[in-house]
């Protein structure tokens, strides 16, 4: 944590020494956009929260939009927004090939444009989000020790972006170091409770000596867990996220949810407006800020949030 602190810490600090500023700037007529995948996902909710207590400290307007996991409609949103007349765009893309278009479009009329917590393909200014790859080999390494490096395992997937792609990525790696470890089975819940918990139901029944789930993300893991406790089964469940709900669902006695890959979301948004911020006042910015993230197990429950 305090490592992503000081990241945040010397992002501010570069745009400050390479535009010569020693005080706070004001952005009083700066206008922002920032369309998400989701907004039914207290991590999101966080996020916009952030960035609308960046946006108020400095004077600025913030404009929000919720695709709702439509690629279609994100498009849509982000072409009004620009006509709105945003300066920056921020964007959570639910497709990271699919919103190429938008990218370009947004490229075309001059919008700095930075790409948070989700990679778009196209000519962005920079990506800011969290290391994936590590979040889905920590929470995957932790599993397999603890199931004492053997027995069978399953993957409840999610959207095709990058980040998902990532954590299971990085999660088939970390099994590959244990032998006697096998994946059975890989199935889509679409990163929703629901839809996690009737993917989980059908995972179960197909595999009767399951022995644990990776879920790329706690909305997922929630519904996969409502499903472990009602089959009965001994099935350890690891995830990725910190969502509060996961964090307490970790801490009652004997639950079957025994670790998380946490993010930051709120300093996710602020190093991408700081990015963003950066980028429209003339400095050289990164491609990509890459977050930490932290593995949060019973044990480091009760002292984490976002």
């Known amino acids: 944590m305090f490592a992503l602190k000081n990241k945040v810490l010397s992002v501010v600090s570069g745009v400050a020494l390479t535009l010569g500023l020693t005080g706070p700037v004001h952005a009083e007529k700066l206008k922002i956009g920032m ?62 090939v699919g919103i190429q278009s938008a990218v370009m479009t947004a490229h075309e009329a001059g919008v700095i444009t930075v790409a948070v917590d989700a990679q778009a393909e196209g000519p962005l200014d920079s990506f800011v989000g969290s290391k994936n790859y590590d979040a889905g080999y920590m929470a995957g390494k932790y599993l397999a020790e603890q199931l004492g490096g053997k027995g069978e395992v399953a993957i409840l997937d999610g959207i095709p972006v990058v980040p998902i792609l990532e954590r299971v990525r990085g999660f088939n790696d970390a099994m ?43 909305t997922g893991a929630l519904g996969a867990l409502t499903a472990i406790e009602a089959s009965g089964q001994d099935v350890k469940l690891v995830s990725v996220d910190g969502h509060p709900e996961a964090i307490k669902a970790m801490m009652k006695p004997g639950s079957k949810f025994i670790a998380t890959s946490a993010q930051y979301p709120r300093d996710q948004v602020r190093l991408g407006l700081a990015v963003a911020m950066a980028k429209m006042w003339g400095a050289n910015v990164p491609a990509t800020v890459p977050v930490e993230v932290t593995l949060i197990d019973k044990d480091k429950a009760a002292g984490f949030s976002w």
């Open 176 to 218: 590959k170091e244990f032998p006697n470890i096998k994946i059975v089975g890989k199935q889509n819940g679409k990163q929703e409770r629901d839809m996690a918990m009737n993917v989980t139901e059908n995972m179960l029944q197909a595999n009767p000596g399951l022995d644990g789930i990776f879920s790329v993300n706690d």
């Open 35 to 96: 369309s998400f995948q989701e907004l039914n996902n207290a991590y999101f909710v966080t996020m916009k929260e952030a960035l609308e207590s960046a946006a108020k400290s400095m004077g600025a307007e913030v404009i929000i939009t919720d695709a709702r996991h439509d690629v279609s409609k994100q498009i849509s949103d982000v072409e009004d927004m620009l006509q709105r007349g945003v300066d920056i765009l921020l964007l959570n893309p639910t497709d990271s």
